[in-house]
């Protein structure tokens, strides 16, 4: 099985909304380089890998937040509000192909220093961001600390949504991901009927329809014939430094949710 970015503007752009959301991201000056390659990413590893192949990246990864704090990773606005011109989500996803696997927090450090796409999607922005935070008078480690924090909880975020879809599409539920559905359009999975979005319980973000980032339900609301939304929302990690993952019980609970609206 295989789902290309062809696949998402059928499943999606068919609204005057979506349509201009499309139009807008496909000729954003920043966006020069993104587009052709986001264009052509086609996915298929989410939909080989097993429950216990994620299980094992998460058991072997790095701790992908090293050993700063939050109050540090948090410490410098200019940074936690940082989109580099690649989405992380497209990063990962393109790592993940070319690895053929979900790639453990080192693995996906060795692609953003050795591979030339890579290099250019997060490697040589971040250090340019990092380099221009510090010349504004931010202390070198503490704006090290917050790009670390930034991309690493980025990471542990792809991991849950890859974990998901394996676990949900094990239950019999055909979900297809994209990049670009994820970041043009909020939705991390989808089916036929229902758009789906996971995430940690976050109040500077977006908890249940509150926050700063605007939900997939707010820009697929003229689609017709319409599509269901269902959000699945973890507590916060009680554990620091472990990948926080959907429990077996919600898991379930969501997989009967949307097999009943298939």
């Avoid at 909880?153 to 974990?163: K, P, T, V, W």
């Avoid at 991390?188 to 977006?206: G, I, M, P």
Wanted: aromatic share 8%.
């Amino acid at each position: 099985m295989e789902t290309t970015a062809d696949d998402v503007l059928l499943q999606f752009c068919r609204s005057p909304r979506t349509h201009n959301e499309y139009r807008q991201w496909e000729q954003d000056s920043r966006r020069r380089e993104v587009v052709p390659v986001v264009r052509g990413h086609v996915v298929r590893v989410v939909y080989e890998a097993t429950s216990a192949d994620v299980e094992r990246i998460c058991r072997r990864t790095e701790h992908a937040l090293g050993e700063v704090r939050r109050k540090d990773g948090e410490a410098v606005r200019s940074i936690v509000d940082w989109h580099p011109d690649f989405a992380f989500t497209q990063m990962f996803h393109i790592c993940m192909e070319r690895l053929g696997t979900p790639p453990t927090y080192q693995d996906f450090r060795s692609f953003a220093e050795n591979d030339r796409l890579g290099n250019r999607m997060i490697s040589t922005p971040a250090r340019a961001k990092v380099s221009e935070v510090i010349r504004s008078g931010v202390p070198e480690s503490l704006a090290k600390d917050a790009m670390r924090w930034r991309i690493g909880n980025a990471y542990y975020s792809f991991l849950r949504e890859i974990y998901s879809v394996v676990e949900l599409r094990k239950r019999g539920v055909p979900l297809q991901m994209h990049p670009l559905a994820d970041a043009l359009f909020r939705v991390d999975a989808w089916t036929r009927q229902v758009a789906l979005s996971l995430r940690v319980k976050n109040e500077k973000f977006r908890e249940g329809q509150r926050g700063r980032k605007r939900p997939a339900a707010d820009l697929l609301a003229d689609l017709r014939p319409p599509i269901e939304f269902t959000d699945v929302e973890l507590q916060p990690a009680a554990v620091y430094g472990r990948v926080h993952l959907p429990t077996q019980e919600q898991l379930d609970e969501t997989a009967v949710a949307l097999l009943s609206r298939e």
